[in-house]
């Protein structure tokens, strides 16, 4: 028969090449936490800088809304810091002069 046997010479390179890759993989997942822990400030103040300047685009773009609907779902909140970030938006602006008819609302998400 023309059957190949592995030998316990490339057993041992195949679970050495095996370990390597999961010992890479470990290195990687330690440095990426630590990385995240570094700067998780940093992490949450830009994505609050970057929610504040969507909020304000909130009806302009479609896409843009329904991403702001699910984290909003996803993270039973309303607005950055609270429900008064929508006030950046021209739409839920609560002022007198604002014509919308969603002036001092927040969307339905």
Same mark, same amino acid.
């Given at each position: 028969?023309?059957q190949? %046997?592995?030998? !316990?010479s490339? !057993? &041992?390179?195949?679970?050495?090449?095996?370990a390597?890759? /999961?010992?890479?993989?470990?290195?990687?997942?330690i440095?990426?936490? %630590?990385?995240?822990? /570094?700067? @998780? &400030?940093?992490?949450?103040?830009?994505?609050?800088? /970057?929610m504040?300047?969507?909020?304000?685009?909130?009806?302009?773009? !479609?896409d843009?809304?329904?991403?702001?609907?699910f984290?909003?779902?996803?993270?039973?909140?309303?607005?950055?810091?609270?429900?008064k970030?929508w006030? !950046?938006?021209m739409y839920?602006?609560c002022?007198?002069?604002?014509? @919308? /008819?969603e002036?001092?609302?927040v969307?339905?998400?």
């Amino acid at each position: 028969t023309n059957q190949k %046997v592995i030998n !316990m010479s490339q !057993m &041992d390179y195949i679970s050495v090449q095996f370990a390597g890759i /999961l010992g890479i993989i470990l290195i990687l997942q330690i440095t990426a936490a %630590v990385l995240g822990f /570094l700067f @998780s &400030d940093l992490v949450l103040d830009r994505t609050e800088q /970057l929610m504040g300047s969507e909020i304000k685009l909130y009806r302009d773009d !479609m896409d843009l809304e329904n991403i702001i609907d699910f984290v909003q779902k996803k993270f039973q909140c309303c607005g950055v810091q609270s429900y008064k970030d929508w006030s !950046m938006n021209m739409y839920f602006q609560c002022e007198d002069t604002n014509p @919308s /008819l969603e002036r001092c609302g927040v969307p339905f998400s």
